[in-house]
Structure formats: structure tokens, C-alpha cells
């Protein structure tokens, strides 16, 4: 016999830590609803990716074009520097 939640007494009896399951009340299930990924969180990931794909298609191309950055390399690459 497997006894959960409990202490063996000293005289072979067995005594429960916890008797909150002893009170003979029907057991309630609760109705809850489905669960739902706040809007809030879609809101800011669709924000998130606007402002990356904005900084990388406008914000970022003038200031380091491609081809001037592979210009630069092999410039510095054949000079040894």
C-alpha cells in the first residue's frame, strides 16, 4: 500500500499532513475559455518587424552601400593594412 502525503506514526498508524481532501465536497469544475494570445504581444512583434524592415530598406542603405564596403575591403586586403 502506497500512502502519499503522509507520516507513519510510532505506533503503526498513519497520520495525514494534509487533510484539506477530507471535507467530502463535490470537487467543481471551473469553466474557463480557450486559451488566446494577447493582442497586445501580435501588436508589438507586427510593430517590431515594420521598424526592422524599415531601418533596413530606408534607414541603413546610404551609409554603407554594398559595393563601397567591398571596394574598401579589397583596398585595405591588396595594401596589407
Known sequence: MV???CIVKGNGG???LS???DN???AVA???GPRKVPRSL?????LCLAALYGWAAYG???AS???KTVKNFYAAYFSRD
Open 3 to 5: 500512502y502519499t502525503n
Open 14 to 16: 498513519i497520520s495525514n
Open 19 to 21: 487533510k484539506a481532501h
Open 24 to 26: 467530502n465536497a463535490p
Open 30 to 32: 471551473e469553466q474557463t
Open 42 to 46: 501580435l501588436v508589438i512583434i507586427v
Open 60 to 62: 541603413d542603405a546610404p
Open 65 to 67: 552601400a554594398p559595393e
